[in-house]
């Protein structure tokens, strides 16, 4: 008698540095799965194809507009029905698993404890992890759902995991030849840029940033979505010593280029958890956001923080404000000494 293989559900509503740590709980779930598929966000698509575990993934048709976006909504939930799923974990707290928890009569559901919905959206699961903390990373609290379903009993969540293939490694090293950046030098790539402005360090400092590296005959490469262009261009023009800029690369072209680095230098962002998951060393500069929910998870990695032991001033971080009182504009960031920075990287080069 053939038995069918189990197929488990996972859906988190995110961002992109969200979706990097939900690999971990992928990878964290039994084997016996043979099956995950996923729901995400658009731009986190690409994260979720790079996973060897992920079947098929699942896209919410948010940039959808009237008719076109209920149709996309009954493909979506027609293809989602018509997989029996044994296993559903919903790490987002919206009303799309409640709903799919209900409705799809998987064996097990799991989501957490959230002060944001009531009674009727908690009681869709059969299992409930703790609410969120801020003293754990976020890789742990992501496995707690798995945990709380009895399906992962180690102490310790797993690394993250992204697969970059070979026709993608191939592609970048040719841009990188064609930019005249050898692997006889160390590179460095840079991610200086987020949409959430009170994380950024200011141009100027990545420029200083940036000649310190080259006077170490280190290439430099600044990385970012077409978003960030307006951004790395500003700190090229300061560089008296130019960086490379990438200009139309792709997530996956990102990571294939990340994967290369010997090192990764990057504000708060999903740059941090891209670096982790291809293993790449990480310096990680903080401000407001606390480190120990969002850093770096496993493998080498520096976090830049100041605090009370730098200045009294700085007492206050992490804060998880949007910027100094509401200016949007973050002193524990525009205070950063960019030498401090310099030798942070320099050590990791070399360790």
């Known amino acids: 008698m053939v038995t069918r293989a189990k197929q488990a559900l996972f859906l988190k ?3 992109i540095g969200d979706a990097i740590i939900l690999t971990a709980s992928i990878a ?3 084997l016996s799965y043979r099956v995950v598929d996923v729901v995400c966000l658009p731009h986190s698509e690409a994260i979720f194809k790079m996973n060897k575990r992920v079947r098929y993934v699942f896209v919410i048709p948010r940039d959808k507009k009237g008719l076109n976006k209920i149709s996309a909504y009954f493909n979506l939930f027609r293809r989602l029905f018509s997989e029996h799923y044994d296993f559903l974990a919903h790490f987002s707290v919206d009303w799309r698993g409640a709903i799919l928890a209900r409705l799809l009569h998987v ?3 799991v989501s957490r404890l959230t002060d944001r919905r009531g009674s009727f959206w908690h009681q869709s699961f059969d299992f409930l992890a703790p609410a969120l903390d801020h003293e754990r990373p976020m890789a742990e609290q992501d496995v707690d759902l798995l945990r709380s379903a009895n399906l992962y009993k ?4 797993p690394a993250y995991e992204l697969n970059i293939s070979s026709l993608q490694k191939n592609k970048v090293n040719a841009w990188l030849k064609k930019n005249s950046i050898h692997a006889k030098n160390k590179m460095v790539v840079i991610h200086a840029s987020s949409r959430w ?3 950024e360090i200011p141009v100027t400092s990545w ?3 940036i000649d310190g590296l080259h006077s170490q005959k280190i290439d430099v490469v600044i990385s970012g979505s077409h978003d960030d262009l307006k951004t790395n261009e500003l700190i090229f023009d300061l560089c008296e010593s130019k960086p490379v800029l990438t200009k139309d690369f792709s997530l996956i072209d990102t990571a294939a280029l990340y994967e290369r680095a010997d090192l990764i230098l990057t504000i708060d962002s999903m740059s941090t958890h891209l670096a982790s998951a291809v293993k790449t060393p990480v310096v990680s500069i903080f401000g407001p956001t606390n480190e120990k929910n969002w850093g770096p998870w496993k493998g080498k990695y520096k976090v830049i923080g100041l ?3 730098d200045d009294e001033m700085f007492a206050c971080r992490p804060c998880g404000q949007d910027g100094c009182e509401g200016t949007k504009i973050s002193q524990c960031l525009v205070q950063l000494n960019p030498k401090m920075v310099i030798s942070q990287a320099l050590l990791m080069l070399k360790a």
Do not use: E, G, Y
Not at 154 to 157: E, G, N, R
């Open 197 to 199: 402005k009170f994380k």
């Open 154 to 157: 180690k102490l310790v969540a």
């Open 107 to 109: 064996n097990t559901s």
């Open 13 to 15: 509503t995110k961002n």
């Open 28 to 30: 964290a779930l039994p």
């Open 207 to 209: 420029a200083k940033i």
């Open 307 to 309: 605090s009370i032991k």
